[in-house]
């Protein structure tokens, strides 16, 4: 394998350079992993020595994703600037290692709301203000000024622009966004902009043939719009087939080259392999000019690794996983991350078993009695216990029940935003004896209210009135075993996403972590979760799968490293792409 990067004279050549833009469209239907090609097309790009950003276009009107419920698009992935986005731009932050901000997610109505201000301020100086060109304007100029945006912990501008387009081509809403993108591509010159395609190739059961008209329509769409397509990413459960290669190179007025296979795979970490062993980057240097030279070194070491790795794993671990959400598993999309980085490193395949927290609740044996013993019996059999975060009442009893078995049992417990103040109402009840202990969010009368509105916060209206973003937490003991996981650091710096907290008699502080039981039964307020990396796991969800593997005793007496055979031989290093990559390290124990 070979390794694509620029020499000092190649580096100055692109610096002089205009941005390049890749915008990632798909077709015949959404949901068929246009997010996984769009990062893996810029962790490949990156490994190339470029920096690089991103973008996700959602055409829907909501201003951001902070009200939808999870079975509407998944998680609400929170930036460090408190964002509430879609739950692709963690994608992005975990394959390239880089954050992001809030208007790297652009929506419909973002963009109405630009233009509507801008009316009303009269900067348009009377004209009627009109889809085109007011509304493609602005979507044209935000692009062009977020992708200027550094991204990277160096400070520098971004070389590459990827930008996915939600949904499918052909969708009303998101007509405004294609012929902003038709005009865009003249604005900045052929040279500076490609479009990468993603389309399904359905495989019917019934005769095992690989179906090309699917395909064949959707580019067709996607050329009557003004944008034709110079990759066409094919989306599949087997590799294609030559002819069926050919036939799509043929119908749709591309070379065989520019049809790109991406079957299913083990892990989504193939996916970056896969793209490069196509002659992706070969491509981009002839077809935009890259400056990126060929020589022989090791390409995405990483990323080979961790794939080959994952398939060869044989000691296995199981979270029981209490929530709210169970019925769709990008509820907890960055949750599955955090804790598959976590049982990659210590070199453990994971089980998680998904538990609707009502069915554990008294009230569901009499009413769903099968459901009711299954769910218990998921949890007894699990090898820890993580309570993720969540808002509403119902089935918070459920999760309460789940916390009290685990500390009971002294299983390995981890609450995170709401499952630690549901940690904090369990230890009232059932330790101090307080048994109407509650959230006000739940019980506002209650003589004990452990967990309390937030006083900043904002009753009557829902969006972005929450603690948000990138918050500091101060380890008031030297002690905490959650300390010596993050290196023994007196602070970390984590994502929040909150309206309520724990109660704590005093206004200088706020409540942010606990950390009990020998070191098994241990919560945060914050989200960890969205700051884990594949090579750079979340210490709590480290810690808890530590825990869960019976590891815990064998890493502490090793003063907090693990076995040779549980680290990365490759390098992961910092977000810059020019930085030199060292083996992955987890937190020594003073």
Same mark, same amino acid.
């Given at each position: 394998?070979?390794?694509?990067?620029? /020499?000092?004279?190649?580096?100055?050549?692109?610096?002089?350079?205009?941005?390049?833009?890749?915008?990632?469209?798909?077709?015949?239907?959404?949901?068929?992993?246009?997010?996984?090609?769009?990062?893996?097309?810029?962790?490949?790009?990156?490994?190339? #020595?470029?920096?690089?950003?991103?973008?996700?276009?959602?055409?829907?009107?909501?201003?951001?994703?902070?009200?939808?419920?999870?079975?509407?698009?998944?998680?609400?992935?929170?930036?460090?600037?408190? #964002?509430?986005?879609?739950?692709?731009?963690?994608?992005?932050?975990?394959?390239?290692?880089?954050?992001?901000? $809030?208007?790297?997610?652009?929506?419909?109505?973002?963009?109405?709301?630009?233009?509507?201000?801008?009316?009303?301020?009269?900067?348009?100086?009377?004209?009627?203000?009109?889809?085109?060109?007011?509304?493609?304007?602005?979507?044209?100029?935000?692009?062009?000024?977020?992708?200027?945006?550094?991204?990277?912990?160096?400070?520098?501008?971004?070389?590459?622009?990827?930008?996915?387009?939600?949904?499918?081509?052909?969708?009303? *809403?998101?007509?405004?966004?294609?012929?902003?993108?038709?005009?865009?591509?003249?604005?900045?010159?052929?040279?500076?902009?490609?479009?990468?395609?993603?389309?399904?190739?359905?495989?019917?059961?019934?005769?095992?043939?690989?179906?090309?008209?699917?395909?064949?329509?959707?580019?067709?769409?996607?050329?009557?719009?003004?944008?034709?397509?110079?990759?066409?990413?094919?989306?599949?459960?087997?590799?294609?087939?030559?002819?069926?290669?050919?036939?799509?190179?043929?119908? /749709?007025?591309?070379?065989?080259?520019?049809?790109?296979?991406?079957?299913?795979?083990?892990?989504?970490?193939?996916?970056?392999?896969?793209? *490069?062993? &196509?002659?992706?980057?070969?491509?981009?240097?002839?077809?935009?000019?890259?400056?990126?030279?060929?020589?022989?070194? !090791?390409?995405?070491?990483?990323?080979?690794?961790?794939?080959?790795?994952?398939?060869?794993?044989?000691? &296995?671990?199981?979270?029981?996983?209490?929530?709210?959400?169970?019925?769709?598993?990008?509820?907890?999309?960055?949750?599955?991350?955090?804790?598959?980085?976590?049982?990659?490193?210590?070199?453990?395949?994971?089980?998680?078993?998904?538990?609707?927290?009502?069915?554990? *609740?008294?009230?569901?044996?009499? *009413?769903?009695?099968?459901?009711?013993?299954?769910?218990?019996? !998921?949890?007894?059999?699990?090898?820890?216990?993580?309570?993720?975060?969540?808002?509403?009442?119902?089935?918070?009893?459920?999760?309460?029940?789940?916390?009290?078995?685990?500390?009971?049992?002294?299983?390995?417990?981890?609450?995170? /935003?709401?499952?630690? &103040?549901?940690?904090?109402?369990?230890?009232?009840?059932?330790?101090?004896?307080?048994?109407?202990?509650?959230?006000?969010?739940?019980?506002?009368?209650?003589?004990?209210?452990?967990?309390?509105?937030?006083?900043?916060?904002?009753?009557?209206?829902?969006?972005?009135?929450?603690?948000?973003? !990138?918050?500091?937490?101060?380890?008031?003991?030297?002690?905490?075993?959650?300390?010596?996981?993050?290196?023994?650091?007196?602070?970390? @710096?984590?994502?929040?996403?909150?309206?309520?907290?724990?109660?704590?008699? /005093?206004?200088?502080?706020?409540?942010?972590?606990? @950390?009990?039981?020998? $070191?098994?039964?241990?919560?945060?307020?914050?989200?960890?979760?969205?700051?884990?990396?594949?090579?750079?796991?979340?210490?709590?969800?480290?810690?808890?799968?530590?825990?869960?593997?019976?590891?815990?005793?064998?890493?502490?007496?090793?003063?907090?490293?693990?076995?040779? $055979?549980?680290?990365?031989?490759?390098?992961?290093?910092?977000?810059?792409?020019?930085?030199?990559?060292?083996?992955?390290?987890?937190?020594?124990?003073?």
């Amino acid at each position: 394998m070979f390794i694509y990067n620029m /020499c000092p004279s190649a580096k100055s050549r692109l610096k002089s350079q205009n941005l390049i833009y890749i915008l990632v469209t798909g077709g015949v239907i959404s949901g068929i992993g246009k997010g996984i090609i769009a990062s893996s097309v810029g962790t490949i790009l990156k490994s190339c #020595g470029l920096h690089v950003t991103a973008i996700k276009i959602d055409p829907y009107i909501n201003i951001d994703a902070g009200t939808f419920s999870p079975y509407e698009h998944g998680e609400v992935f929170v930036l460090d600037d408190g #964002g509430e986005v879609d739950l692709d731009l963690g994608n992005y932050e975990r394959f390239l290692d880089i954050r992001l901000t $809030r208007d790297n997610n652009l929506t419909t109505g973002k963009i109405y709301q630009s233009v509507i201000n801008k009316e009303r301020r009269g900067d348009y100086l009377g004209k009627t203000v009109q889809v085109v060109p007011h509304i493609t304007d602005a979507i044209q100029e935000w692009v062009m000024r977020q992708a200027k945006v550094s991204v990277d912990d160096d400070g520098i501008e971004p070389e590459v622009c990827v930008i996915e387009l939600g949904g499918t081509v052909g969708d009303i *809403e998101s007509m405004p966004f294609i012929e902003a993108f038709r005009q865009f591509q003249f604005k900045v010159k052929r040279e500076n902009f490609c479009n990468i395609h993603v389309s399904l190739v359905p495989q019917p059961n019934s005769t095992g043939e690989q179906k090309t008209k699917p395909t064949q329509n959707s580019v067709r769409e996607l050329r009557g719009l003004g944008l034709s397509p110079d990759l066409i990413v094919c989306r599949c459960s087997t590799p294609l087939d030559t002819a069926v290669k050919e036939k799509i190179s043929m119908f /749709c007025h591309v070379e065989p080259e520019q049809v790109i296979c991406i079957h299913d795979v083990s892990s989504i970490y193939r996916v970056p392999l896969l793209l *490069e062993d &196509q002659g992706i980057v070969d491509y981009f240097c002839r077809r935009l000019d890259l400056p990126i030279e060929m020589r022989p070194r !090791k390409m995405l070491t990483k990323w080979k690794e961790i794939s080959d790795r994952s398939d060869r794993l044989l000691e &296995q671990t199981s979270i029981a996983l209490v929530g709210k959400y169970t019925k769709l598993s990008d509820s907890y999309a960055s949750v599955i991350k955090a804790l598959e980085h976590s049982a990659l490193a210590i070199n453990y395949k994971l089980e998680v078993k998904y538990i609707d927290s009502a069915d554990l *609740e008294p009230a569901a044996l009499q *009413e769903e009695p099968v459901k009711y013993h299954e769910a218990w019996q !998921k949890l007894c059999s699990a090898d820890g216990v993580l309570v993720p975060g969540g808002f509403g009442v119902r089935g918070t009893e459920g999760k309460i029940q789940a916390i009290n078995w685990a500390r009971r049992q002294k299983k390995p417990f981890l609450g995170v /935003c709401l499952g630690m &103040q549901l940690a904090v109402c369990e230890f009232a009840r059932n330790v101090l004896g307080w048994e109407d202990a509650n959230s006000t969010e739940f019980d506002p009368e209650t003589k004990h209210p452990v967990v309390i509105e937030m006083p900043e916060h904002n009753p009557g209206q829902m969006g972005g009135t929450m603690r948000l973003g !990138k918050r500091r937490t101060l380890f008031k003991s030297t002690s905490s075993f959650l300390r010596k996981l993050y290196g023994d650091a007196e602070y970390v @710096d984590e994502r929040h996403r909150h309206r309520f907290e724990v109660r704590f008699f /005093c206004v200088f502080f706020r409540i942010e972590v606990f @950390d009990l039981w020998v $070191r098994t039964w241990r919560g945060m307020q914050y989200h960890p979760e969205f700051t884990s990396r594949p090579i750079k796991p979340s210490p709590p969800y480290f810690g808890l799968l530590l825990a869960a593997s019976g590891k815990l005793q064998n890493y502490l007496q090793k003063g907090c490293r693990l076995s040779p $055979r549980d680290t990365y031989s490759d390098r992961s290093g910092s977000s810059s792409p020019d930085s030199e990559i060292s083996e992955i390290k987890f937190p020594s124990l003073s």
